[in-house]
């Protein structure tokens, strides 16, 4: 899932660059520049980085040659992601990649005419950063991570797994993960399936989530995927 959400990303901001009205011009004079918005913390915590770059070489588009990337870290910070915001639409990118709502909200804040492709976002319909999927006008575009029916398949496969589960406790971030938690209940009451919400505001959180999992006694354990990778406690 991660790598199709790479390339759908990587793909929209290349598009969004031609499709920009100042793009033929900037062609000529200078090398196309992207600016990168990450909610979280700089590698190797960013799970979206290197596998963005990789596709950008895959489409022919090489750092320091051919196309030029700003790296931003907001690390889970409302005020960073605004600054930092500012400060790529100050170097003047061609286009803004955001990732995760907070960023992507950081992003429109700050300029209204910069295309912004979004990844790892959950639902921007519900969350207000597109009108629509089909038509989201404005300035920003992208996938969305979420729907009913992968919630409903990723409990399936657990039912695979384990053919009596009953008790799932779902780990999130309540900055970013309630839409998750919503779609995944939605589905687990069809199956007949209980869902435990656990939400966790940062590394320091985790001991406790797990002791409240372990209390509920849960059979298995789904995680929102910006918790995935192991957050570095930061100095």
Same mark, same amino acid.
């Not at 008790?167 to 687990?188: C, D, H, I, M």
């Given at each position: ?61 090489? %750092? ?10 907001? %690390? ?42 979004? !990844? ?7 969350? !207000? ?25 990723? @409990?399936?496969? @657990?039912r695979e797994i384990l053919p009596g589960v009953r ?10 993960? @309630?839409?998750?938690?919503? %779609? ?5 009451q069809r199956l007949g399936i209980r869902i435990q919400?656990? !939400? ?36």
């Open positions: 899932m991660k790598l199709a959400l790479v390339t759908v990303v990587a793909a929209l901001t290349l598009s969004s660059f031609a499709a920009s009205p100042f793009a033929e011009a900037q062609q000529t004079t200078k090398v196309p520049r992207i600016g990168y918005l990450a909610w979280g913390y700089p590698p190797p915590s960013d799970p979206w980085r290197e596998p963005f770059r990789e596709r950008l070489r895959e489409l022919e588009y090489v %750092e320091g040659q051919n196309i030029v990337v700003e790296y931003r870290w907001a %690390e889970e910070r409302s005020d960073r992601a605004a600054d930092l915001a500012a400060e790529l639409v100050r170097l003047r990118v061609d286009v803004i990649v955001a990732w995760v709502g907070t960023a992507v909200r950081a992003a429109q804040n700050a300029t209204r005419t910069i295309p912004i492709v979004m !990844g790892a976002v959950a639902d921007p319909v519900r969350s !207000g950063l597109v009108a629509s999927l089909a038509r989201p006008g404005g300035n920003t575009t992208g996938p969305s991570m979420m729907t009913l029916d992968i919630a409903g398949k990723r @409990l399936e496969l @657990l008790r799932v406790a779902f780990l999130f971030s309540p900055k970013t993960g @309630l839409g998750f938690v919503e %779609e995944t209940q939605v589905a687990a919400p656990v !939400g966790v505001g940062g590394p320091q959180e985790l001991d406790g989530a797990f002791a409240a999992v372990l209390r509920e006694r849960a059979e298995a354990l789904i995680v929102e995927p910006i918790l995935t990778p192991k957050r570095i406690r930061q100095p």
